[in-house]
């Protein structure tokens, strides 16, 4: 805190400005009322300035003036002045006097006089109401502004008056009325509405004089020491003086930032939170140090990196309305110009926990929402890219920049991609809020839709897809040690997502209820019960639940007390929240279970805070990325206008400020934080042990940067690791480094499969699925049998991603009869869908089943030759008509191509023409006339069509069209060849 300066030092100072040649700003100050300005003469003389008081125009019409000189003109009511009062304003304004207008100045003179003087005039439409206000500063408008902030005060808000297009605008705010609205609401004359914007505080100039106008003026707004600087420096830049705070302390300077009822310094703000007992906050990092983080890291020396986003939300986008009603805009007018959103590295000088110095590892992004470390440097999102930033040479910052992925432009900027995550298995794992075409820039005609949800990429570019997707803005991704994948939800009312199964599975099982995501706590209302009442602040749709959900973090580092473990925290800017919630097994699935019936996690009770990150960091503490704005919400359906980017045009929105808190509970362990840049190969995978997942998976990305030769020698380690009794957490990192060195043994996997531990047998199978890994049928029949639905759904995703055995297709079936879940079904379905030929051959080996013949012809559409020979050898055996006939109806419909080898299908195929069944003898006879050209089925084709020819000669009777439709269903085969013929 700057000390103020003292009455006589004031003087001193007025006296050297003397001294040094400037003459003291002379004003005079014109009141009906000089109890209100009495604070603010006293300050004026104070600071050095020659005071003259009058209570109206016409007294001092006989002073000579010169045109440095100021005229303070107050007034405490809204009325006109009298004719005389009038001309005497004219006089003094022609001979260039300057103004400073405070209050009902403005409708003192003529809307004409004024129009052309103060900037506005006073009209008979004009109008005002008085309310609790947001006082919002246009900080880069003018000097009078500049390192200024948005406040509140209660006071009159002046609106509709005769503007002058020539004015410059230093402060705006909400009025009552009601403009640009889709929805028809009933305007309210005494409320704030969000659907008109304007000035409040304004600079205007023309070639006689200059005229700042204030139209707050009531006793306890002149009494704020930030509105009378305004006020000050307002009167300096009148009388031309070149330092507008020449009558300004150094105290009004510093609280210009922070003024009474704005933004509080970071220390101040973390005193209005409410939290649980046993937690503290603390400062990490905050303005001017930093500006509006979004997206934190931690490198393999522990330190922080964090993505700031000045930029957010229009970026270089042009202003679709006055720059000082849309806030959005960070350099208003300049859009031709290097963007300014950056990764930097922070640390702190004393090594105390306070990160006070910052290194740029890269700066010119756009619109950058997320970023993860890879190899050199850092792969991030900006507009329009997926970007790696290389540091090549060593010296810490980006000297490069390879383009990895296109297409990330999104037309409303919150419908980005955010949130990196490299996972153990080697895919970047990402939340997307918008949907579009993007491709991997290596081929760019292999474009791919992402749309709302999770998607994933291969780091070095060679791949992306996506793997859930759900209609509603998308921010928030988290990727545990288990490899379970969540993301925040911020518009649907359901703001925790659980992804239960990828949607390359779930497009197999066409028809399927099941979605690729489950809520965790849908439709959960907000524990936060006094909800902001005023416009600017209210929630927007789901009023009462979560509007704005960003970010997802999972406590299970074991730093904190045990009811902490496997809980899920989620922010809520808009009300100023960190909730929180135990996640529990619910199926295949999780739930969340609220423990705190009455409050919520976190709250702070200062609406500027806006929580927009959560992560846990390496010593196992929570850390809060704050834009520290007082407002979050993009778009408004409420109908206000809208920028290009998408979001509501205002005001109140905020690019310099932003901090980020770290939150430890007092019994927290102290981890040792290892620096794993100098860590050898065996170091790497005893850090798979560390109790931090941040570690432990940056322990997994450096030892799968290394070359070649050093991995070699990792392979003995990691099976030590797998096969030891570590945490599942460390097994499970090992697992996914064997499977993605190639180096994982089928018998190791195995047994793995059928582990103590749910999590690595779980584990064991996505690794099974990832490598395409043929299992033995006995090791799905375990599976099957699971107590634990997710290792079961895992078996059923592996089942799907190699060749099964014939005999896994009765298991398939089996097991599919005991499935309660829509997920378990959707998987199986899709486990069957891509091994067509066992599950056929499963289901032909089975009793009649007519209501599984339109499923066994479903699978039937997808079969190869290869396949074929196997359902031919099952059919033959078969006592499954109704099956039977399904399935070879359409291979001889499909005009499936020959197998390789037909040794095994002309042995089925000889007893298939046999049969007495004129539908099975017919396809059969369709499928042997397109494979057997040699002769080899000669004579049991001729013996079938000496059978069949009756059947199929034609008819009129309905009864003999009906028998003729049943002996190959579905599309007419191929004619079948006569006796004579040479096949």
């Known amino acids: 805190m700057l000390p103020r300066i003292s009455p006589l030092l004031r003087i001193v100072m007025a006296f050297a400005t003397v001294a040094l040649g400037a003459a003291p700003i002379k004003v005079t100050v014109i009141s009906d009322d000089h109890v209100a300005v009495k604070s603010l003469v006293e300050e004026l003389k104070g600071a050095g300035a020659v005071v003259t008081e009058a209570d109206r125009p016409s007294e001092i019409i006989d002073t000579k003036h010169e045109k440095d000189e100021v005229i303070v003109l107050y007034r405490k009511d809204y009325t006109p002045y009298e004719v005389k009062e009038r001309a005497a304003l004219a006089d003094l304004s022609n001979r260039g006097i300057s103004f400073v207008a405070l209050r009902g100045a403005i409708a003192g003179p003529s809307a004409s006089w004024g129009k052309e003087t103060f900037g506005a005039g006073w009209t008979a439409e004009s109008r005002r109401f008085r309310t609790l206000m947001m006082l919002n500063v246009r900080t880069d408008a003018h000097p009078l502004a500049k390192d200024a902030s948005t406040f509140d005060v209660t006071d009159q808000t002046v609106f509709d008056l005769d503007l002058n297009e020539k004015l410059q605008v230093l402060a705006s705010s909400f009025t009552s009325k009601v403009s640009a609205n889709r929805k028809k609401i009933v305007e309210v004359s005494d409320k704030v509405s969000i659907y008109d914007i304007q000035p409040q505080a304004w600079v205007f100039e023309n070639s006689r004089l200059r005229s700042a106008v204030f139209l707050q003026g009531e006793a306890e707004t002149l009494a704020h020491a930030s509105?009378?600087?305004?006020?000050?420096?307002?009167?300096?830049?009148?009388?031309?003086?070149?330092?507008?705070?020449?009558?300004?302390?150094?105290?009004?300077?510093?609280?210009?930032?922070?003024?009474?009822?704005?933004?509080?310094?970071?220390?101040?703000?973390?005193?209005?939170?409410?939290?649980?007992?046993?937690?503290?906050?603390?400062?990490?990092?905050?303005?001017?140090?930093?500006?509006?983080?979004?997206?934190?890291?931690?490198?393999?020396?522990?330190?922080?990196?964090?993505?700031?986003?000045?930029?957010?939300?229009?970026?270089?986008?042009?202003?679709?309305?006055?720059?000082?009603?849309?806030?959005?805009?960070?350099?208003?007018?300049?859009?031709?110009?290097?963007?300014?959103?950056?990764?930097?590295?922070?640390?702190?000088?004393?090594?105390?926990?306070?990160?006070?110095?910052?290194?740029?590892?890269?700066?010119?992004?756009?619109?950058?929402?997320?970023?993860?470390?890879?190899?050199?440097?850092?792969?991030?999102?900006?507009?329009?890219?997926?970007?790696?930033?290389?540091?090549?040479?060593?010296?810490?910052?980006?000297?490069?920049?390879?383009?990895?992925?296109?297409?990330?432009?999104?037309?409303?900027?919150?419908?980005?991609?955010?949130?990196?995550?490299l996972a153990p298995d080697g895919w970047v794992y990402a939340s997307n809020g918008g949907s579009g075409e993007v491709f991997p820039v290596s081929n760019p005609e292999r474009k791919v839709r992402v749309s709302s949800g999770t998607f994933r990429f291969k780091p070095d570019g060679s791949a992306i897809e996506q793997i859930a997707s759900q209609g509603g803005n998308s921010f928030g991704n988290e990727v545990t040690s288990k490899m379970e994948l969540y993301h925040g939800k911020a518009t649907n009312g359901n703001p925790i997502q659980h992804v239960v199964l990828p949607e390359s599975i779930l497009a197999k099982a066409p028809g399927t209820p099941a979605k690729a995501f489950s809520s965790v706590n849908p439709r959960r209302p907000v524990l936060r019960t006094d909800l902001p009442d005023r416009a600017p602040l209210l929630q927007i749709d789901q009023v009462g639940y979560y509007t704005a959900a960003c970010s997802v973090a999972v406590q299970e580092h074991g730093a904190w007390p045990d009811e902490y473990r496997d809980a899920i925290f989620i922010t809520e800017p808009i009300l100023d929240i960190i909730h929180f919630e135990k996640l529990t097994p619910s199926g295949p699935t999780f739930l969340g279970e609220v423990t705190l019936k009455d409050r919520e996690w976190l709250r702070s009770m200062d609406h500027w805070f806006c929580p927009v990150d959560v992560s846990f960091g390496p010593d196992g503490a929570l850390y809060v990325l704050d834009f520290y704005t007082p407002v979050v919400a993009h778009n408004d359906t409420r109908g206000p206008m809208h920028s290009k980017s998408g979001a509501s045009v205002r005001p109140d929105r905020e690019h310099y400020f932003g901090r980020i808190y770290r939150i430890q509970h007092d019994a927290a362990p102290k981890f040792a934080i290892p620096d794993l840049s100098k860590a050898d190969v065996a170091g790497l995978v005893a850090a798979f042990d560390h109790p931090n997942k941040v570690v432990r998976f940056n322990a997994l990305r450096v030892l799968m940067e290394k070359d070649a030769g050093l991995l070699a020698s990792a392979v003995g380690p990691l099976v030590t690791k797998v096969r030891s009794d570590a945490k599942s957490e460390a097994r499970i990192q090992a697992l996914w480094a064997l499977q993605r060195l190639d180096r994982l043994e089928d018998g190791l996997l195995r047994a793995l499969c059928a582990d103590a531990d749910p999590d690595v047998r779980k584990n064991?199978?996505?690794?099974?699925?990832?490598?395409?890994?043929?299992?033995?049928?006995?090791?799905?029949?375990?599976?099957?049998?699971?107590?634990?639905?997710?290792?079961?759904?895992?078996?059923?995703?592996?089942?799907?991603?190699?060749?099964?055995?014939?005999?896994?297709?009765?298991?398939?079936?089996?097991?599919?009869?005991?499935?309660?879940?829509?997920?378990?079904?959707?998987?199986?379905?899709?486990?069957?869908?891509?091994?067509?030929?066992?599950?056929?051959?499963?289901?032909?080996?089975?009793?009649?089943?007519?209501?599984?013949?339109?499923?066994?012809?479903?699978?039937?559409?997808?079969?190869?030759?290869?396949?074929?020979?196997?359902?031919?050898?099952?059919?033959?055996?078969?006592?499954?008509?109704?099956?039977a006939v399904a399935v070879l109806g359409e291979i001889a419909s499909r005009r499936v191509v020959a197998p390789a080898s037909l040794d095994a299908a002309r042995a089925a195929l000889r007893t298939l023409l046999a049969s007495q069944d004129e539908s099975i003898a017919g396809s059969s006879a369709a499928i042997a006339a397109l494979w057997f050209t040699d002769g080899s089925l000669k004579a049991e084709l001729a013996s079938a069509a000496d059978r069949l020819l009756p059947v199929l000669a034609p008819c009129s009777s309905d009864r003999c069209r009906s028998r003729n439709s049943s002996v190959i269903p579905m599309r007419p085969p191929p004619s079948v060849p006569s006796p004579s013929s040479p096949s």
């Open 227 to 421: 509105y009378r600087t305004f006020i000050k420096r307002g009167i300096a830049w009148a009388a031309r003086r070149a330092n507008t705070d020449e009558l300004c302390t150094a105290k009004d300077l510093a609280d210009m930032r922070y003024p009474v009822g704005g933004p509080s310094r970071a220390e101040k703000a973390i005193a209005a939170f409410q939290m649980q007992p046993g937690f503290k906050a603390s400062v990490v990092s905050t303005e001017p140090l930093i500006n509006k983080p979004i997206a934190v890291q931690w490198d393999e020396r522990g330190r922080m990196w964090v993505a700031e986003t000045p930029e957010y939300p229009n970026g270089r986008r042009p202003l679709t309305a006055e720059s000082w009603r849309e806030g959005g805009v960070l350099v208003p007018g300049s859009y031709d110009r290097p963007a300014q959103d950056k990764i930097s590295v922070l640390s702190s000088s004393k090594n105390d926990g306070v990160f006070d110095q910052k290194k740029v590892f890269h700066e010119g992004l756009e619109l950058i929402t997320g970023f993860c470390h890879y190899k050199d440097g850092v792969i991030a999102v900006c507009q329009p890219h997926i970007v790696w930033l290389r540091d090549t040479d060593g010296d810490g910052k980006a000297d490069k920049e390879v383009v990895l992925y296109g297409g990330f432009t999104p037309g409303d900027t919150h419908f980005v991609a955010n949130h990196f995550i």
């Open 764 to 883: 064991a199978f996505l690794v099974a699925e990832a490598s395409h890994t043929k299992l033995p049928t006995e090791v799905f029949a375990k599976a099957l049998g699971d107590a634990e639905p997710r290792v079961r759904l895992a078996a059923l995703r592996a089942m799907g991603s190699a060749p099964l055995e014939a005999s896994a297709g009765a298991l398939l079936l089996k097991a599919q009869a005991t499935m309660t879940d829509d997920w378990s079904k959707a998987a199986a379905t899709a486990a069957a869908a891509a091994n067509p030929g066992p599950v056929l051959a499963g289901i032909l080996g089975g009793p009649a089943d007519a209501a599984g013949a339109e499923f066994a012809r479903t699978l039937a559409a997808s079969l190869n030759g290869e396949e074929t020979t196997l359902v031919l050898a099952a059919a033959a055996k078969s006592a499954n008509k109704p099956v």
